[in-house]
């Protein structure tokens, strides 16, 4: 029979069963049962809503993804019509579908940087990331130097939770509770002025030496073992990392010089968050590979995909070895209803020019953190680039020792109760607003930042 009540449960039985039969990502079961997560019933505009009936301001953009709002109907009308005409079909080698091959041809036309000419679906950000990695790895088989298994990334870059992104990840807490992760991956220091093995403040001097740590590990590794270098042009859940303007070129021309394919890995950065329509355009890098997924339907629906430069489409679409076959795919790969998704949301974002208002407000806020630092003892540093944004909090400035979990929640707290959801991630409080937000709503979520910072104090 139909499951009648299955949606329509009330707020006594949600209250009285979260986080019981729910095990939520990145937290601890034990830590969720002892404070259950808030409910979050509604969307409207740049707000959500708790079961308890409090609007907030949602600074973290669902999770750095919902950059159109809540409130985006052309995405809503275009999932609701594909719904309608197919709400399935296999994208596995046979068959395809029209929204698949639009989207595909729009990211391929205009979004990415110039020479990616191709993309592969996926569900989510972690399938981009893994499928560039099994694709590095067979473009070499194909090209007859199998020797190239090892990948190369930064400390303090995430990507994404399968056992090859938690491989590349370099934050020790997504890695040691499950390894033995894929050999032959190598980590190289992340150019984070803040803290660095170096010592080294100037951000156009670190990124020398952090381009000079890549050469010598490629050096003691040996240039013909490594398939890939991957790394995120703004390093986003590291704690908003942004590399000087020199690093990402610097990287590309190390990856030439050594015949290294580049993984631009675009998940947060794509679709207008730095400000630019993808990282690596900040810099003007042009990757090998591009992975992209949250924004890509504004996260009305979970899709990703992996763009793939032309260097790498000529020699899979030239190979005659019986290596060229990819043998690796979602169910889910080129959903219709995730390409409708996307297909609306991409021209949303170009018809309101998401990447250009992601600037604007990006300087305001950038403004509004430097003066929340100079006011507030509690922030060791904050970062900026576009619409994404981090302030790093400590206990004591001189010797930079990280904020503990009761100021990190206290912060986020009052700031709730001041109106304005934010994010928590260690010792950082991350901001990925919408990128749709005005004027007004940066001044709101600095407000918020404000209540917060001055309340944590207190306590
Ligand atoms: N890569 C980057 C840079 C990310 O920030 C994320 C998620 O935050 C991922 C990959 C993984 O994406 P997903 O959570 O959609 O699997």
Redesign the pocket.
């Known amino acids: 029979g139909k499951p009648e009540s299955l949606p329509m449960r009330d707020i006594n039985f949600l209250t009285e069963n979260n986080a019981k039969p729910i095990w939520h ?1 990145m937290a601890h079961p034990a830590e969720m049962r002892a404070t259950p997560p808030k409910i979050i019933m509604k969307g409207e505009g740049v707000s959500v809503t708790d079961a308890e009936g409090r609007t907030v301001l949602d600074a973290v953009g669902g ?3 919902v950059n159109l709002g809540y409130s985006c109907d052309p995405i809503k009308q275009a999932m609701a019509a594909q719904l309608d005409a197919l709400p399935y079909y296999s994208g596995f080698r046979g068959t395809s579908t029209g929204p698949s091959i639009e989207l595909a041809y729009e990211l391929t036309e205009w979004f990415a940087p110039e020479g990616m000419v191709r993309a592969f679906f996926t ?7 893994e499928t560039a990695l099994r694709l590095a790895r067979q473009y070499w088989k194909i090209r007859g130097q199998g020797d190239r298994t090892k990948f190369l990334a930064l400390k303090k ?6 056992f090859g ?1 938690a491989s590349v990840n370099g934050n020790a807490n997504f890695r040691r509770n499950y390894e033995p992760l894929l050999p032959g991956v190598f980590h190289t220091p992340a150019p984070w002025t803040y803290r660095n093995p170096f010592d080294e403040t100037d951000p156009a001097k670190l990124a020398k030496l952090c381009a000079r740590a890549i050469e010598e590990e490629i050096a003691f590794q040996g240039a013909d073992t490594i398939a890939a270098f991957i790394m ?1 042009p703004v ?3 590291g704690g908003v990392i942004v590399p000087h303007e020199s690093f990402m070129p610097m990287v590309r021309a190390i990856c030439h010089r050594h015949d290294i394919l580049l993984i631009a ?5 794509g679709f207008g968050r730095t400000g630019a329509w993808a990282g690596s355009r900040l810099s003007g890098v042009k990757p090998d590979f591009m ?1 992209i ?2 924004a890509i339907t504004s996260g009305y629906f ?1 899709l ?1 995909a992996t763009l793939i430069g032309a260097k790498v489409a000529d020699v899979f679409e030239a190979d005659k070895t019986s290596f060229g076959a990819i043998g690796h795919g979602y169910t889910y790969s080129g959903h219709p209803v995730g390409c409708a998704a996307g297909l609306a949301a991409l021209a949303e974002t170009k018809r309101l020019a998401l990447n250009e208002n992601a600037a604007a407000r990006g300087v305001e806020l950038g403004k509004a953190l430097e003066a929340l630092k100079a006011k507030h003892q509690l922030v060791g540093d904050v970062r900026y680039q576009g619409l994404m944004a981090a302030l790093e909090l400590v206990s004591d400035r001189a010797a930079k020792k990280p904020a503990d979990k009761k100021t990190m929640a206290a912060v986020a707290d009052a700031a709730y109760g001041a109106g304005v959801m934010l994010r928590v991630s260690g010792n950082t409080v991350i901001l990925s607003p919408p990128l749709v937000i005005s004027a007004t709503d940066v001044a709101k979520i600095a407000e918020g930042l404000d209540v917060g910072l001055a309340a944590a104090a207190a306590a």
Request: proline share 6%.
């Open positions: 990502p999770l750095w993804n569900s989510g950000g972690s399938d981009s990331v870059g995430y990507h994404g939770t399968h992104g995120e390093l986003g859940a890995d675009e998940v947060v950065t992975t997924a949250k979970p990703g």
